[in-house]
């Protein structure tokens, strides 16, 4: 709907907003002579790279690159769509947006719908705490909950009676209630939808209800059910407990996603106020957005059954594609038997918050769930585990993430190691973790010209000798491009190096693909060693005629050489055959 907000009353709205005004209302900020600073809102730190130009009207992190104006950091900290950050930056500063017609009906729509809503939130309440609703009060008790966790998330109760809610609604509010489904008119007459249940009013991002979860207290065939689809309410966009859980943590910096209405109040019950539970059986790629655009850590807490397994890896397939830099997600696998209502009673909040802590990384989830039931000791098997990894690797964007992840893959598959140091046990996992693979260095020939790119890397000091070197040589072409750009920019170190690559947009596509040719990164010492000896034509005369006696004295396989050192060895017999001719 931006596109119907006039252009010109957006920036007329801009120019009045005190961008520092705002921005303090909701973080703290320091004075920084014309400007002001503070720790990002959007991801941690412990130095301030957050800066406010209330003059420019914008924001910018240095840290991790969130930048924009009033607009985008009121949808980015509330979490509101367009429409709403500038409705609510219009009401601070007295302004009315003048939306047409058309979309004014769209509104005022949306509006009566959420309205009826509400209206059904505050009936279903008044029923829990009235004389119907005893037994319903009787199995919230049994579960944990106190009264005023049940008055947080607004729990309620939905009377037997099959039109209860109907009878009292007013008129203005029955054809609303019919057209989001909370009132069924599907035989030709209304009827309630939700009728002997507990009732979880889930809300939108602003506290508006826009559908219902139910769970029955009878013997109906289907446990839980939910409102259907309507113009307020899209399932797969909307995030169970986010309202609430945006209301006790003001800056969220991470999720724990769980399966149900009951876990998420449990949780809260005993002090973990970060659960929220997605709507439906998996969690598919717009609920995974809709979680990634409020943090950047987010953990997924699963039952240890087979069900739970299943959804772990069908959550883990949808956030694949959407992995990048800087995104931290984790799998929590509770015992079987257990889910987090039941086990955040019997072990204690700090107890679970443990497991919380101790949660498996995707990329260990990963390899561990691939490689249940393989012996890797067999290269039958370790065929098996790429053929079942290198498709969902696939799926990932060009990040440091999935390069790492693609190494580890290639490592576990190449049979160097022996990988498994204790008995398979397919299907089950000790104590969420696996016996961690032992790492064993692997020996890398690579390049000249390879090996000076990647000693800049780690010393761009060394660009000086390495553009004298390469202007000798045409075989230093790249890293020649690499050490004229750190001259150029007079990068010093490799912290400023890296800062550099980070801001300069032009340097980073242009050396992106420098070590996609790369499978494995030496150690520091032994590529700066490596250099040193390019770098210094002598020693590395030196290095080749000792290659060159180990060679003769079959210390050293020729053919365990790179193509270039055995052409070094070549021409350095053919020089020792001259001098001795002579």
Same mark, same amino acid.
């Given at each position: 709907m931006s596109g119907l907000i006039p252009q010109p009353f957006v920036e007329n709205l801009l120019d009045r907003i005190d961008l520092a005004e705002l921005i303090g209302s909701r973080i703290t900020l320091k004075k920084a002579g014309a400007n002001y600073k503070a720790c990002c809102p959007f991801h941690d730190e412990k130095t301030p790279s957050f800066n406010v130009r209330p003059d420019k009207g914008f924001y910018h992190c240095f840290g991790c690159g969130a930048h924009g104006d009033?607009?985008?950091?009121?949808?980015?900290?509330?979490?509101?769509?367009?429409?709403?950050?500038?409705?609510?930056?219009?009401?601070?500063?007295?302004?009315?947006?003048?939306?047409?017609?058309?979309?004014?009906?769209?509104?005022?729509?949306?509006?009566?719908?959420?309205?009826?809503?509400?209206?059904?939130?505050?009936?279903?309440?008044?029923?829990?705490?009235?004389?119907?609703?005893?037994?319903?009060?009787?199995?919230?008790?049994?579960?944990?909950?106190?009264?005023?966790?049940?008055?947080?998330?607004?729990?309620? #109760?939905?009377?037997?009676?099959?039109? %209860?809610? *109907?009878? @009292? /609604?007013? +008129?203005?509010?029955?054809?609303? &209630?019919?057209?989001?489904?909370?009132?069924?008119?599907?035989?030709?007459?209304?009827?309630?939808?939700?009728?002997?249940?507990?009732?979880?009013?889930?809300?939108?991002?602003?506290g508006r209800t826009v559908a219902f979860g139910g769970r029955t207290l009878g013997d109906d065939k289907a446990k839980y059910i939910n409102s259907p689809e309507s113009d307020v309410f899209h399932k797969s966009r909307e995030i169970y407990g986010l309202f609430e859980a945006k209301q006790a943590i003001r800056q969220l910096d991470k999720l724990l996603v769980v399966e149900g209405y009951l876990d998420v109040i449990a949780l809260a019950q005993h002090g973990i106020h970060y659960a929220v539970?997605?709507?439906?059986?998996?969690?598919?790629?717009?609920?995974?957005?809709?979680?990634?655009?409020?943090?950047?850590?987010?953990? #997924?807490?699963?039952?240890?059954?087979? %069900?739970? *397994?299943? @959804? /772990?890896? +069908?959550?883990?397939?949808?956030? &694949?594609?959407?992995?990048?830099?800087?995104?931290?997600?984790?799998?929590?696998?509770?015992?079987?038997?257990?889910?987090?209502?039941?086990?955040?009673?019997?072990?204690?909040?700090?107890?679970?918050?443990?497991?919380?802590?101790?949660?498996?990384?995707?990329?260990?989830?990963?390899?561990?769930?691939?490689?249940?039931?393989?012996?890797?000791?067999?290269?039958?098997?370790?065929?098996?585990?790429?053929?079942?990894?290198?498709?969902?690797l696939n799926k990932m964007p060009r990040s440091t993430l999935r390069d790492a992840m693609w190494h580890e893959m290639l490592r576990l598959c190449g049979g160097r190691n022996q990988w498994q140091q204790r008995e398979q046990q397919p299907g089950r996992w000790r104590d969420q973790r696996r016996d961690r693979v032992s790492e064993e260095r692997i020996d890398v020939k690579l390049s000249k010209d390879s090996i000076l790119c990647l000693a800049l890397l780690e010393a761009p000091e060394l660009a000086t000798e390495v553009v004298e070197l390469a202007r000798s040589s045409r075989q230093f072409e790249q890293s020649r491009a690499f050490a004229d750009w750190v001259l150029a920019n007079s990068i010093a170190d490799r912290k400023a190096l890296t800062r550099a690559l980070a801001l300069d947009a032009a340097a980073r596509q242009r050396f992106f693909h420098l070590f996609d040719g790369i499978e494995h990164i030496p150690a520091r010492d032994k590529t700066l060693a490596n250099a040193r000896e390019i770098l210094a034509p002598e020693n590395e005369t030196k290095l080749i005629q000792r290659k060159l006696a180990m060679v003769r004295s079959g210390e050293i396989d020729l053919k365990s050489l790179s193509d270039d050192e055995r052409q070094a060895l070549k021409r350095q017999l053919t020089l020792n055959r001259a001098e001795d001719a002579t």
């Open positions: 009033a607009i985008s950091f009121v949808r980015e900290f509330d979490g509101l769509g367009f429409t709403e950050a500038v409705e609510e930056l219009a009401k601070r500063v007295g302004l009315e947006v003048p939306y047409d017609r058309a979309a004014k009906q769209e509104i005022q729509q949306a509006r009566t719908l959420t309205d009826a809503l509400d209206f059904a939130s505050r009936f279903y309440q008044s029923a829990l705490k009235g004389q119907q609703g005893r037994f319903a009060r009787d199995y919230l008790k049994d579960r944990g909950l106190d009264s005023a966790i049940i008055e947080r998330y607004q729990v309620g #109760f939905a009377p037997g009676a099959g039109t %209860a809610l *109907f009878d @009292a /609604a007013s +008129k203005d509010l029955k054809s609303p &209630l019919i057209e989001t489904g909370t009132v069924s008119d599907r035989y030709g007459r209304p009827r309630d939808l939700f009728r002997n249940r507990v009732m979880f009013p889930i809300r939108n991002s602003r539970a997605t709507l439906g059986t998996a969690t598919n790629q717009d609920s995974m957005q809709a979680l990634l655009k409020q943090v950047r850590h987010i953990v #997924f807490c699963f039952d240890g059954d087979q %069900a739970g *397994f299943r @959804a /772990a890896d +069908k959550a883990m397939e949808n956030a &694949l594609e959407l992995m990048a830099d800087g995104l931290h997600l984790q799998f929590l696998m509770l015992p079987e038997g257990e889910d987090p209502d039941t086990l955040v009673r019997k072990e204690g909040p700090d107890a679970f918050q443990q497991r919380i802590d101790s949660a498996t990384p995707l990329s260990r989830f990963l390899f561990d769930r691939q490689s249940e039931g393989l012996d890797l000791q067999l290269p039958e098997n370790r065929g098996e585990l790429r053929a079942r990894v290198e498709p969902l």
